[in-house]
């Protein structure tokens, strides 16, 4: 069982590249399921035909289905999301702002993950193509369910025990609306469903993400961010797919100016995704919709690879708190001492290695922090971060 989550910035193909991967493992004999968590759904443009919340099957293999997100959402959320509403209202917010507050972004995307869960545990299939939503805030969100639990206690101050005591008391002195037993068990409902996705997602031999990029500088930045923070979070990225690539056939010489700009890019891709697969799509002369165009796709992404496979078993780097200190360890096998250089740009941090060179997009976090030392050992550049210099 394996779960593909494909994702990246708006527009660069996220949709086509899930599409195609898809049929690619149908074609393969997977029992394969490609389905679109994103709001904006084109996994029916991609395959042109209609989709539905339910999987419809589209050839021999091969399922689609594009997820009602804000149903999903409803089911869960609708009852907290009353209580938040009576709070906010209480407190002078109202209206369109108030509204907004009680849902938090990504979380209609989160409740898509429970249905994937769903089709993990059901054992229906053998493969799972998630087309992810523009960004990787979702998994952010997911990973840190400590954050849900934060905002839960602000909302809701008073802790279920303590309401029951407290709330005739509570009611008299002010007006604030103090949750009642149904609000408590509508968030413990509300937990118990996000209950086993993370272990899936968060699980390499199960979940691989693929980040999609263009050969643009944004695109790319944005691409190594989302990277950094899935490595963060203990997700594994397995490929960089790197789409719209000008092929060289086109001689036009007012694109040999543009593919010289994209050498550059495609460069920088290397460097900054140097311990995963990293796979170039050619810009097709034309719309690639459709399951020949798709199957044309897959061919040209995957060749005789296996495309439910992991593509690279790496891991761009791991956290460790010491004490005040924060340690960022960063793999490099085969590096010997006075081998490897490291210098720090602001937030980007490059390691040289021989006539290697990988950059690292530094989390929040560890930006705002000093380099204190860097060690080499087993393996490993262990970079040390303290608060002061
Ligand atoms: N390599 C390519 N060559 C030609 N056309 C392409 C290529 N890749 C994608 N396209 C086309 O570009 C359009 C946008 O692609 P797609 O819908 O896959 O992007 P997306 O990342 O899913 O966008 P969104 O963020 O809106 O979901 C589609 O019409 C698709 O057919
Ligand atoms: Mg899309």
Redesign the pocket.
Known sequence: MRVLLVT?K????????SAATAVKAADLGYRTLVMST?P?H?LAD?FQVELGDNPTSLIPGLAAQQINSQQRLEESWGEVRDALTEFFDWSGLQGIEAEELTVFPGMDEIFSLVTVRDHVRSGAYDLIVV?CA?TAETLRLLSLPEVLSWYMEKMFPIGRRVAKVVRPMLTKVTSMPVADDAVFAAVQRFYDRLDGIREILADPEITSARL?MNPEKMVIAEARRTYTYLGLFGYAVDAAIV??VLPESVEDTYFAKWREIQKEHLASVDEGFADVNIRH????D????GVDHLRT?GEELYGDDDPSARLSLGRPFRVEDIGDDVVLAVSVPLAEKGEVDVVRHGSELVVTLGPYRRSIVLPDSLARRHVRRAQLTEGELKITFGLDP
């Open positions: 990246g708006g527009g660069v193909g996220k949709t086509t590249v994103d904006a084109s991609a087309d523009p999609v789409n719209r799509l050619p810009l097709f034309q719309e690639m919709v796709l």
